[in-house]
């Protein structure tokens, strides 16, 4: 405080001080200032004096208003279905561990946590009229004779039935053409275009009419060149709403 004081008695003085002082003076006051700012520094804690400087620096600038982020709906969409309307989400699998998934009014239908998929073509059937699950059954295309079975079990789908499926590393090599030609009367455009390792992934019906704004078919064919995984291409997946009429 003593040096404080000296200070003002000098610098604040009336008498003007010769100009070989001024020097020295200055750098005395510089002293002086630095003293004085490192024992307010010690006296004030450092939370405060961080908090202090931050509310200095946000002083003038706009408040940021942000919107809170939209909530998930069923299956995972967006938004959510209109009423009287079933959502759908159909995921193919991807590479060897990234299993299919058939969601349907949020319920999954397939999944590797259900322990009801594997290799080939995944599918399940609901009834279009109550929305509930009449089955579920995976064919494995790549090992054993199962295209046979395949068509019989489409032959077996009730009407007004919705019929989905997925799938998962290979669901071409061992489908022939009557169980490709049974998927095609399900309303396929892309079966027949499918080859070894495709992604694929499909909303089909037996006696009922879709919208034609609904995503039904997805295909990704396997090409090293693009592929996301090694030897397989990147898993592909369609939603949307089906409605219903009560």
């Excluded at 200070?7 to 006051?29: E, N, Q, T």
């Excluded at 590797?112 to 295309?141: C, S």
């Excluded at 009922?208 to 030897?231: A, L």
Aim: charged share 20%; with cysteine.
């Amino acid at each position: 405080m003593e040096i404080i004081s000296l200070w003002r008695s000098l610098v604040l003085s009336p008498v003007r001080a010769p100009d070989y002082m001024k020097g020295p003076l200055l750098l005395f006051a510089s002293i002086c200032a630095w003293y004085s700012g490192y024992l307010l520094a010690e006296f004030i804690p450092d939370e405060s004096l961080i908090n202090a400087i931050r509310t200095m620096q946000n002083i003038g600038k706009k408040p940021v208003i942000r919107a809170p982020l939209p909530k998930r709906q069923k299956c995972g969409h967006w938004t959510s279905c209109p009423p009287n309307s079933y959502a759908y989400q159909l995921l193919s699998g991807g590479g060897p561990n990234n299993y299919a998934k058939i969601c349907f009014e949020d319920e999954l239908l397939i999944s590797e946590e259900k322990g009801n998929v594997a290799r080939g073509i995944n599918i399940a059937i609901v009834n279009y009229k109550t929305g509930k699950l009449i089955d579920t059954k995976y064919f494995d295309m790549y090992g054993g004779d199962n295209s046979g079975p395949l068509t019989q079990f489409i032959k077996n789908v009730p009407q007004e039935s919705l019929v989905f499926m997925v799938t998962h590393d290979d669901g071409s090599s061992r489908l022939k053409n009557d169980a490709k030609n049974a998927i095609e009367g399900l309303g396929s455009k892309e079966i027949k275009n499918i080859k070894f390792r495709s992604s694929w992934v499909f909303l089909g019906g037996k006696g009922v009419d879709f919208p034609e704004n609904i995503q039904r078919e997805k295909i990704n064919h396997s090409d090293n060149t693009k592929n996301r995984y090694p030897g397989w291409p990147a898993e592909i997946q369609i939603e949307g709403c089906i409605p219903y009429v009560m």
